[in-house]
């Protein structure tokens, strides 16, 4: 059975920052109290012109040069999120035609911000099936323009950005070793967003109590949080004959500082064993673990062969835990530049459309 190593990530920030000073002119807050309760200093807002599939094409586009594998390589498209540019057609098929990964399959998959976790599970047993030999796992956000403006309760949790990771077949040992995945429905009202859904329709008039905003309660869903981190590390590494001693790094979802230092009371681990970078980013949802990932690899702190753990929890309620041998890229020959397909990728999607409008035309003549 072949095993499904991690050869490629990046990740991709919108450069405009919101610091809690920002926030406090919006509502009645301030950045001690916001430091002190949740650990963030800062978050980044996407610009009107950035989207869930704009920002998640320019982090897969730094995995896939990591990888040095070509858009065109790629078997399957998986990208978690919680703010989709569209219900449908799926902002992985959006990221598909903008890289021009011609072969892949590509579909969304929707459990908060478990998502990413969910998704690397998924695409790791498409791979150790022997069905598929590469994948591109995506966690992509803009929940910014879901947030209440006037809400302090959320608006100060939340950021967007997005990271990418690829995988990739071999018969070396390593990679994505185990993974469990949970939910609870009965909480599914603890945190949740309404509207764009089919129960209630899209639009400010249409949906007069808020239902287009993020809606939380803050205190249970730490609550919750603060009980899955521990047991579903614990799980993770059971479901894979390991131990804590044996794990260099805990990559936890970046919710919440105090939930994370409740992780690491509950693990009985030093905090400098997990990787941390929410005071930047805030909780950017699917895309917190590769983001907080990308940035301790591209600093050293990952190294290859070292074993870690991917732990976090969402809305849904949704939690997971995936352990697995970081890998570091694969050697491989020639320089693949990943992002010169981006226009081959455009001129292909005008011809697809184009050939599209023909046949339409043909087909018509023919009824
Ligand atoms: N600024 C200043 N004061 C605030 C505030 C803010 N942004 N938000 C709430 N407060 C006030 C409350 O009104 C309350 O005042 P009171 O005591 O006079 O009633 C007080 O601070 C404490 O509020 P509380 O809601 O108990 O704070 P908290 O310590 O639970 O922190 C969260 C609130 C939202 C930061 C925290 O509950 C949390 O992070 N929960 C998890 C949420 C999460 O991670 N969601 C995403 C999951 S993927």
């Not at 919101?18 to 807002?45: C, F, Y």
């Not at 858009?71 to 399957?76: K, S």
């Not at 911000?113 to 069905?131: D, E, K, P, T, V």
């Not at 004959?241 to 230092?261: C, F, S, Y």
């Amino acid at each position: 059975m072949p095993y499904a190593h991690i050869t490629g990530w990046g990740m991709s920030a919108p450069e405009p920052v919101l610091t809690n000073d920002d926030i406090s002119k919006l509502v009645e807050t301030n950045d001690a109290w916001i430091r002190e309760r949740t650990g963030i200093r800062e978050r980044r807002i996407a610009r009107e012109d950035q989207s869930p599939s704009t920002l998640a094409v320019e982090a897969s586009i730094n995995a896939l040069r990591v990888a040095n594998l070509r858009p065109t390589d790629l078997d399957l498209i998986i990208c978690s999120t919680s703010s989709p540019e569209y219900i449908f057609p799926a902002t992985a098929c959006l990221i598909q035609d903008q890289l021009g990964a011609t072969k892949a399959g590509a579909f969304d998959l929707l459990a908060a911000c478990s998502g990413f976790i969910y998704a690397l599970n998924m695409a790791a047993q498409a791979i150790r099936s022997g069905s598929i030999k590469s994948a591109l796992v995506i966690g992509s956000e803009t929940l910014s323009r879901y947030v209440d403006w006037k809400d302090r309760g959320t608006c100060i949790l939340f950021g967007d950005g997005a990271g990418a990771f690829v995988l990739q077949a071999s018969d070396q040992p390593g990679g994505v070793l185990s993974a469990v995945m949970h939910s609870d429905g009965s909480g599914g009202d603890l945190l949740s967003l309404h509207a764009g859904g089919s129960r209630y329709a899209v639009g400010e008039s249409a949906s007069p109590n808020g239902q287009h905003y993020i809606q939380m309660d803050g205190k249970e869903v730490f609550r919750f949080a603060t009980r899955v981190m521990a047991s579903s590390t614990h799980e993770v590494l059971d479901a894979a004959g390991l131990t804590l001693e044996d794990i260099k790094w805990i990559i936890p979802h970046q919710a919440n500082i105090r939930i994370i230092e409740a992780a690491a009371r509950g693990l009985k681990l030093p905090m400098d064993r997990f990787i941390v970078n929410i005071d930047r980013y805030g909780n950017t949802s699917t895309a917190s673990i590769p983001i907080a990932m990308v940035e301790a690899v591209e600093k050293g702190q990952i190294k290859p062969g070292e074993k870690i753990v991917l732990v976090g929890f969402g809305g849904g309620l949704t939690w997971g835990a995936l352990a697995a041998q970081w890998t570091g890229p694969m050697p491989s020959k020639g320089t693949v530049r990943p992002e010169q397909y981006r226009l081959f990728a455009r001129l292909r999607s005008v011809l697809r459309r184009a050939i599209r409008f023909i046949e339409g035309l043909l087909y018509r003549r023919e009824l």
